[in-house]
């Protein structure tokens, strides 16, 4: 009979697992990407419109994947790929008080294959809180008042995100356990495309909205001064569209939801950054690369419309 | 066609001074925008005493007509076609499943900013996505004697009723009137489910079985 009181181990014995990223001198240690692109560079960006036939506006995100090493099985660096779709504007629930405006609600969802960590199928506060922060971005340019008692839907269903960090320093910990830098990339990229989906739908906006993100890369731990890397004055580098795997030591970064033609600001989330010159330098550094997405998103639409007239003529 | 010919929304048309913001436009900073996807159209607005008194040109965006998804709302003066889906003693539920827009013609067309309503005239009845509910009450079915309505006497459930949205109503429903000749029930089923055709304007006659029932039917067109 089995000795149920105590927890004892496996019978046979085991192994602690060792990764390869751990051994000082593996033969073939994985090494972290590196950024290629400038500074001030963005991925490049596909978006595509009305790819969900059902919904009354839709579409699609996919920032370039990084190149794929033969040497591992895992994928070094992490993209982005999404999906938008808006349902409405549909008559308000039966219980619903009476709207003068149009009720926008969002759903972000992570599949639960789209990072390294499994995520669940109902929705944790992660997601919670991009909803939120995507909602109020898209409230500053619909025009809700052409749209009493409807609400509109926007499910954002996110196949790939992007990771926090490099995947080989998971198992470190350390410096680089600060989590969540990942995030701002995936809220810029539903801003964009949610703003997309619903141009595509056909509701009123007083203009596009894109999303962009900066952030402040300080020097690799442990590195001395000159190690060819740029200084802003701010105690590292601002970079656009940072790919969080490819820096290891990400301080601050700022994500915004810009609307060009008026030059205002509808989302701001800024995490680390303690002086103002920090906030002020990723802030700008995140505009610019909204208005870069921006072209992308007016080409898209471009295209879109071009389509749709197309078929009626 | 060429890519000049498309306008996203933001892109700037002319000063609001200039002419007056039909659909798909918005006034920001003194410009009339649009802000909707689509191709520019200028039309001469017709004068009535609400208008201004430039009565110049009115500039819209209509959104690509290929679509069925364009978003169309019941508004104040739309012409609906609802089924009626219950009857109570004051009133009638139905679910609204087309309408056309009422015409920017037969409107005033108000200089606020953002309050002309999202659509484009055409007088074709256009299929909602999905159904809206209305609500007919009894004393909004006919424009005369209007206290000695039954219900019971002019719709029955299942038929098809055009209607005029006369108030977007509370947290229920549009409230929608049958009240003058071109309006009331356009398609009726008899008790025993056969198709009826009109005979007046209050009664329907089921051809089948040769049986009258009451409706309140509206004028053919």
């Not at chain 1, 040497?71 to 070094?76: A, E, M, V």
């Not at chain 1, 960090?165 to 320093?169: L, S």
């Not at chain 2, 051809?207 to 040769?210: A, M």
């Given at each position: 009979m089995a000795d149920r009181r105590r927890n004892n181990g496996p019978p046979g014995g085991s192994k602690p697992l060792l990764y390869s990223c751990m051994i000082k001198s593996a033969p073939n240690k994985p090494t972290r990407p590196t950024r290629t692109r400038k500074p001030d560079e963005l991925r490049k960006i596909y978006l595509k419109t009305g790819i969900t036939p059902p919904a009354s506006g839709s579409a699609y995100l996919e920032l370039e994947s990084p190149h794929h090493s033969p040497?591992?099985?895992?994928?070094?660096s992490s993209a982005l790929k999404l999906s938008v779709a808006v349902h409405g504007p549909r008559p308000l629930a039966r219980s619903a008080a009476y709207s003068p405006h149009l009720a926008l609600s969002c759903y972000v969802k992570f599949t639960p294959f789209a990072t390294r960590h499994r995520r669940g199928y109902l929705r944790d506060p992660t997601e919670k809180d991009l909803s939120t922060q995507l909602e109020t971005a898209l409230r500053g340019v619909?025009?809700?008042?052409?749209?009493?008692?409807t609400g509109v839907d926007v499910c954002v269903t996110i196949l790939e995100g992007e990771e926090d960090?490099?995947?080989?320093?998971e198992p470190l910990g350390g410096a680089a356990s600060v989590g969540g830098w990942g995030l701002f990339g995936v809220l810029a990229g539903c801003v964009t495309a949610a703003s997309a989906a619903l141009v595509d739908a056909g509701i009123d906006c007083i203009d596009l909205v894109s999303g962009g993100v900066a952030a402040l890369v300080a020097r690799p731990l442990g590195n001395g001064d000159d190690d060819g890397k740029r200084d802003d004055g701010v105690g590292g580098e601002v970079v656009l569209d940072p790919n969080p795997t490819e820096h290891e030591n990400i301080v601050a970064a700022c994500v915004v939801a810009y609307v060009a033609s008026k030059d205002e600001v509808t989302l701001l989330w800024l995490r680390g950054g303690s002086s103002s010159e920090t906030s002020e330098k990723l802030m700008d550094g995140a505009v610019s690369a909204a208005l870069a997405s921006r072209g992308v998103l007016e080409e898209a639409l471009k295209e879109t419309a071009l389509l749709k007239f197309s078929e009626e003529d | 066609m060429s890519n000049l010919d498309i306008l996203l929304p933001g892109a700037l048309l002319v000063p609001a001074g200039k002419a007056t913001p039909g659909p798909g436009t918005h006034i920001q900073n003194n410009q009339i925008t649009a802000s909707v996807l689509g191709r520019a159209s200028t039309a001469k607005s017709s004068l009535n005493s609400t208008t201004r008194s430039k009565g110049s040109t009115s500039v819209s965006v209509l959104r690509p007509a290929s679509r069925q998804t364009a978003p169309v709302l019941p508004s104040v003066g739309a012409q609906v076609y609802a089924k009626v889906t219950s009857l109570q003693r004051q009133q009638a539920t139905c679910s609204i499943h087309a309408l056309v827009p009422p015409s920017a013609a037969a409107l005033p067309r108000l200089d606020s900013d953002v309050s002309s309503t999202p659509t484009e005239g055409s007088l074709e009845p256009r299929a909602l996505a999905t159904s809206f509910r209305g609500i007919i009450r009894s004393q909004d079915v006919r424009a005369t004697e209007k206290d000695k309505v039954k219900l019971g006497d002019c719709f029955r459930v299942g038929d098809v009723v055009r209607a005029v949205v006369i108030s977007l109503g509370d947290q229920g429903g549009y409230y929608l009137s049958t009240a003058g000749n071109e309006y009331g029930v356009v398609i009726a089923w008899s008790e025993a489910g056969n198709g009826c055709v009109p005979v007046s304007w209050r009664e329907v006659l089921d051809?089948?079985?040769?049986l009258r029932e009451a409706r309140k039917v509206a004028k053919p067109i």
């Open positions: 040497t591992f099985l895992l994928p070094s619909i025009i809700g008042e052409r749209y009493p008692k960090r490099w995947w080989a320093e | 051809e089948k079985t040769g």
